[in-house]
C-alpha cells in the first residue's frame, strides 16, 4: 500500500519559532491534508489541500501541494504554547467522494520550550 | 458546531471476547469510516462504509471485525473475538463529499 514519509520525527522549539514540517510520497495522492491531535483525542482537521500547487494559510498555518503530487509542507508561523501536539499529514488518492481511505504518515511530534 | 462521537471512551474486555465500538456520525454525512491507533504509532485506515455497505477495507480488517449502520444515526464497529493485538484507540470518522472529521476514539483494551 501507499506509505506517507513525514519528517521530522520530532521538533523541540522555542515559542515563537516558526515551524515546518512535511510529508513525501512514492505514490501520487491527489488531496492532502494535515491533522493535528492531541492527546487522547482525535485527529482534527486543520487544512485540506486539493490541488497541485495550491497554497493555502489557516490563520498561522500554511500547507502547500507539490507540484508533482508526492509532497507537502505544512508551516507554522510564531509557535505558541497551545501549538503543541502531534501533526500527521494524510493524503487520498480519488477526490471528491469519499470512499477512499486516507494514508497517515507517522507524526511530527512539536514541543514547545518556554 | 457538529461532530462525531463515539462511545465508550474506554473498553476494557478479555481476550476472545466480543466487542462493539459504537458511532454517531455527523448528520448530512455520506460516508463513515473506522480508523485504529496503536499507542504511538501513526493512525490506520480499517474500513469505509456508503449506501450500506462497505467501500474499501485495509488488510487490517479480517473476518473478526464487522461493521453496520443499524439505523439511521448510527455506525458500529464488532470486533467478534478480541486478540490482545487489538488494543488501540479506533476512531470512527465522516464526511460529506472530502474533508474527514474525526470523533474523540474509543480506547479498546484487551487483557
Known amino acids: 500500500g501507499q506509505q506517507l514519509n513525514q519528517s521530522p520525527q520530532s521538533m523541540f522549539i522555542q515559542e515563537g519559532e516558526d515551524v515546518s514540517m512535511n510529508c513525501t510520497s512514492s505514490s501520487i495522492f491527489n488531496t492532502w491534508l494535515w491533522y493535528k491531535q492531541d492527546p487522547g483525542e482525535g485527529p482534527v482537521l486543520l487544512i485540506a489541500l486539493y490541488k497541485a500547487g495550491e497554497l493555502t494559510s489557516n490563520g498561522r498555518l500554511t500547507a502547500q501541494f507539490g507540484i508533482t503530487r508526492k509532497d507537502s509542507f505544512l508551516n507554522i508561523s510564531a509557535s505558541i504554547p497551545s501549538d503543541v501536539g502531534i501533526y500527521f499529514c494524510a493524503g487520498q488518492i480519488n477526490s471528491g467522494g469519499g470512499a477512499d481511505g486516507l494514508t497517515f504518515g507517522k507524526g511530527t511530534h512539536l514541543i514547545i520550550q518556554p | 458546531e457538529p461532530e462525531v462521537t463515539q462511545t465508550p471512551s474506554h473498553q476494557v474486555t478479555q481476550m476472545g471476547q466480543e466487542v462493539i465500538l459504537r458511532c454517531v456520525p455527523i448528520?448530512?454525512?455520506?460516508?463513515f469510516y473506522w480508523y485504529r491507533q496503536i499507542l504511538g504509532q501513526k493512525v490506520e485506515f480499517l474500513v469505509s462504509?456508503?449506501?450500506?455497505?462497505?467501500?474499501?477495507k485495509s488488510e487490517i480488517f479480517d473476518d473478526q471485525f464487522s461493521v453496520e449502520r443499524p439505523d439511521g444515526s448510527n455506525f458500529t464497529l464488532k470486533i467478534r473475538s478480541t486478540k490482545l493485538e487489538d488494543s488501540a484507540m479506533y476512531f470512527c470518522?465522516?464526511?460529506?463529499?472530502?474533508?474527514?472529521?474525526f470523533g474523540s476514539g474509543t480506547q479498546l483494551s484487551v487483557l
Open positions: 448528520s448530512n454525512h455520506l460516508y
Open positions: 462504509f456508503y449506501n450500506n455497505e462497505i467501500s474499501e
Open positions: 470518522a465522516s464526511t460529506q463529499e472530502e474533508k474527514l472529521f
